[in-house]
T-cell receptor, first 112, second 119 residues
């Protein structure tokens, strides 16, 4: 099947920038999403990007999309302890209905 | 933003019993709801797509007779784990798509999840 891969773990110091990476294999992806999951909770949509865009910025969040390399990243500026969570990228594919394929998740730990 | 309420948040049951999980859209109507399963430190795996008034569509490998889905109204979908066994222990999450929203830029709203533990 088609996989969406993420690195498992990222540790940063408070105030630094965090960059979480995601690679996908299906070139027919239409939308790509970033979700945040805190312990024992559901998913919170952070941001999304349409596949014909290269970049989207929303306050502290910057999404970069390299469609040629099928690479998506999420940059969190001025990372805070409250940003500690698991971050999932997800893709929606052409013809896939409304289903999302989720990445493996990246555990972000913010240290003081 | 739109709110999806999922209950219960945690349930412990004996092997062989059935457990019902509810997913409600509180301030919008949801034509489509999705049920996911998540194992510890793993990603979400889509189990089935639930459409109001019709049969659910199950993903390959998911037993429809074991995981019964009912989407009887535009605001409620239920997942019943029948004759639960320890291997069914997992975190179950629902999500909902708002009525009238097109695929372009749509957002899915997620419930807070249900941790099922089968003894």
């Amino acid at each position: 099947g088609e996989d969406v891969e993420q690195s498992l773990f990222l540790s940063v110091r408070e105030g630094d920038s965090s960059v979480i990476n995601c690679t996908y294999t299906d070139s027919s992806s239409t939308y790509l999403y970033w979700y945040k999951q805190e312990p024992g909770a559901g998913l919170q949509l952070l941001t999304y990007i349409f596949s014909n865009m290269d970049m989207k910025q929303d306050q502290r969040l910057t999404v970069l999309l390299n469609k040629k390399d099928k690479h998506l990243s999420l940059r969190i500026a001025d990372t805070q302890t409250g940003d500690s969570a698991i971050y999932f990228c997800a893709e929606k594919r052409t013809g896939g209905g409304n289903k999302l394929t989720f990445g493996t998740g990246t555990q972000l730990k913010v240290e003081l | 933003g739109a709110v999806v309420s999922q209950h219960p948040s945690r349930v412990i049951c004996k092997s062989g019993t059935s457990v019902k999980i509810e997913c409600r859209s509180l301030d919008f109507q949801a034509t489509t709801m999705f049920w996911y399963r998540q194992f510890p430190k793993q990603s979400l795996m889509l189990m089935a797509t639930s459409n109001e008034g019709s049969k659910a569509t199950y993903e390959q490998g998911v037993e429809k007779d074991k995981f019964l889905i009912n989407h009887a109204s535009l605001t409620l979908s239920t997942l019943t784990v029948t004759s639960a066994h320890p291997e069914d222990s997992s975190f179950y999450i629902c999500s909902a798509r708002e009525l009238g929203k097109t695929e372009s830029g749509e957002k899915l709203f997620f419930g807070s999840g249900t941790q099922l533990s089968v003894l």
